[in-house]
């Protein structure tokens, strides 16, 4: 039985280099056939992390064959195979690799191969440090200082590594360790931080019924604007603003941290059918990403909320963003909510001039779509059931045991367990582009919705920026005044009816026409000066409030309380 062995190291860590040795034991086949995963679990997109190999060295014959996948030669004699490799690590995001004179960052899908044929075996990581300060955090078993075992490749594929100088905070939450680890500086302020963190723990793991897992570690990099977050199986990584604690952003700082958390249990056991044996080399589709990640975005907010970190004023506050967000998007009337999901791998990670025109994020429509289905449920089951039972029988008869889902058998569960005919929900919001009746599902829970229109400017269809002082294009709405008027993304207006504007003055003399006047519009497109008439629209609203009404009935305030939890 062959071992693999896979030491990390980091002698100059201001070169951003990791390397990377594979030591094989014991190969007694005639070729061994190395493969570097093209994407990172949780991210679906292709990202082709082989393009960061810079050396590729072996003490025995090799070939390159394809992007990712290097064939070896097996040695004649017992001696091992060693196969070195350097990986290029700049790119501080929390699917990617980063190195510096703080710390090395690198998660498995972008730093590990994969040996073909033993994706279920176990994998030993060495890491060398620097120096004797650097430390490292891992949620591998560690079975000594700075080494570690993965029972398989998937298990080390699904692992992230911190090692550097970081702080560590420790807490317990139903007897199970937790540990938080801190890069980067700013104002993250670990006496508040670290109890918010464990109500969030405590309330999700109170929602499930019981932490599956041993222990888990969160890995938080404090950067200069960043945000994003990365699920693992007994981990995550979060990446956010250094100065992003102190302010109205700490509670968006939270929801990230319910949202990943939340993921132990929704997308890393209760899984999707296409998503459960993992292709390293190519994409795994399915349909069902608006219930992994929508859902999941539904249930970070309110279950923060119900951990007491946030109001109900706070709470109808982001319900009210992500609905703004949403009525915004163009995108919304032409996509569905199951195209969407499928076609993840080719649209959501790789935004254009025309994404807002032609897709919807299955994160944003799918929190929202979980709102109105949790509703729904519980409107049409006289207010006996919820998503949240949804939930955990689904979690009882699938995740537990780890038994793969189909797109179509999830829908079905769900109406089964809820006792709900579903049918015309599914195909008004999930596979069709129906607008989603926010006020039907609403009223009987006490709340309303009212749409605002924040400026007076006439309706353009598209969205400008300063460009070093250039007032350019940023955005064209299908069918606006501005796309029949012939602007494109990035051309850059330089007068309005003969006179020059700038990007300080343009929306002040937009304003002081009425709307469907036609004005000229002086450009440059592609560096041809152009004129075209610009037909000014009706100011739009843009603007989504969700609000409780002034006097509720007492089953009124009764489902909202059901439904949301007691207010703070």
């Known amino acids: 039985m062959p071992n693999f062995h896979y030491q990390v190291s980091i002698p100059q860590p201001a070169s951003h280099l990791l390397n990377v040795q594979l030591t094989v034991t014991d190969w007694r086949q005639e070729y061994l056939d190395l493969k570097m995963p093209v994407w990172a679990v949780g991210s679906y997109l292709i990202r082709e992390y082989a393009r960061h190999v810079v050396t590729f060295t072996a003490n025995t014959a090799f070939e390159k064959v394809a992007k990712h996948h290097w064939r070896l030669s097996s040695l004649s004699s017992d001696e091992p195979i060693v196969v070195s490799y350097q990986v290029y690590a700049n790119e501080l995001t929390v699917r990617t690799n980063h190195v510096d004179q703080t710390h090395a960052f690198f998660n498995g899908c972008a730093t590990f191969c994969f040996v073909e044929g033993w994706l279920d075996h176990p994998y030993h990581i060495t890491?060398?440090?620097?120096?004797?300060?650097?430390?490292?955090?891992?949620?591998?078993?560690?079975?000594?200082?700075?080494?570690?075992?993965?029972?398989?490749?998937?298990?080390?594929?699904?692992?992230?590594?911190?090692?550097?100088?970081?702080?560590?905070?420790?807490?317990?939450?139903?007897?199970?360790?937790h540990r938080l680890v801190v890069w980067g500086?700013?104002?993250?302020?670990?006496?508040?931080?670290?109890?918010?963190?464990?109500?969030?723990?405590?309330?999700?793991?109170?929602?499930?019924?019981?932490?599956p897992y041993s222990s888990y570690l969160f890995i938080l990099h404090l950067s200069a604007g960043g945000y994003g977050g990365l699920e693992h199986r007994n981990s995550c990584t979060l990446l956010y603003d250094r100065w992003g604690f102190r302010s109205d952003k700490y509670l968006k700082f939270l929801n990230l941290v319910c949202h990943e958390f939340f993921h132990v249990w929704n997308v890393k056991r209760l899984r999707p059918a296409g998503l459960f044996h993992i292709d390293y080399e190519r994409e795994n589709y399915t349909h069902s990403l608006w219930?992994?990640?929508?859902?999941?975005?539904?249930?970070?907010?309110?279950?923060?909320?119900?951990?007491?970190?946030?109001?109900?004023?706070?709470?109808?506050?982001?319900?009210?963003?992500?609905?703004?967000?949403?009525?915004?998007?163009?995108?919304?009337?032409?996509?569905?909510?199951?195209?969407?999901?499928?076609?993840a791998w080719i649209k959501l990670y790789r935004p254009d001039a025309n994404s807002p025109n032609s897709q919807v994020s299955y994160y944003l429509k799918g929190e929202l779509v979980a709102m109105l289905l949790d509703l729904q449920i519980r409107i049409a089951s006289n207010y006996q059931r919820s998503l949240d039972q949804v939930l955990v029988q689904l979690w009882r008869k699938f995740g537990q045991s780890e038994i793969p889902y189909t797109d179509e058998q999830?829908?079905?569960?769900?109406?089964?367990?809820?006792?709900?005919?579903?049918?015309?929900?599914?195909?008004?919001?999930?596979?069709?582009?129906?607008?989603?009746?926010?006020?039907?599902?609403?009223?009987?829970?006490?709340?309303?919705?009212?749409?605002?229109?924040?400026?007076?400017?006439?309706?353009?269809?598209?969205?400008?920026?300063?460009?070093?002082?250039?007032?350019?294009v940023k955005s064209v709405d299908l069918y606006s005044p501005a796309q029949l008027a012939g602007i494109d993304v990035g051309d850059e207006i330089v007068a309005l009816a003969g006179y020059r504007v700038h990007p300080e003055n343009f929306t002040e003399r937009l304003s002081a026409y009425a709307p469907h006047t036609t004005v000229s519009l002086t450009f440059f497109h592609q560096e041809q000066l152009c004129t075209a008439n610009l037909t000014l629209g009706e100011p739009q609203s843009d603007r989504w409030i969700v609000r409780e009404i002034a006097n509720p009935n007492s089953e009124q305030a009764q489902r909202l309380r059901s439904w949301l939890g007691s207010d703070n």
């Open 410 to 472: 999830l829908l079905k569960e769900i109406e089964a367990i809820a006792q709900v005919d579903l049918a015309n929900f599914w195909e008004k919001y999930l596979f069709g582009t129906a607008e989603l009746e926010y006020q039907e599902f609403l009223e009987p829970f006490g709340l309303t919705i009212q749409t605002q229109t924040t400026s007076q400017t006439p309706y353009t269809g598209m969205t400008w920026h300063n460009q070093n002082g250039k007032l350019v």
């Open 185 to 211: 500086k700013g104002n993250f302020y670990s006496d508040q931080a670290i109890p918010d963190i464990m109500k969030i723990v405590q309330t999700v793991a109170e929602f499930w019924g019981k932490l």
């Open 127 to 177: 890491i060398v440090p620097p120096n004797s300060e650097w430390r490292t955090a891992t949620a591998l078993q560690e079975i000594a200082p700075h080494s570690f075992v993965a029972q398989s490749f998937h298990e080390l594929a699904d692992t992230p590594f911190e090692v550097g100088i970081h702080r560590s905070y420790t807490f317990t939450v139903r007897q199970k360790p």
């Open 291 to 343: 219930f992994c990640e929508g859902v999941t975005s539904y249930y970070d907010q309110l279950l923060t909320h119900r951990a007491g970190l946030c109001d109900h004023t706070q709470y109808l506050q982001q319900v009210s963003d992500s609905i703004t967000r949403l009525q915004n998007t163009i995108g919304r009337k032409y996509q569905s909510l199951w195209d969407s999901s499928f076609d």
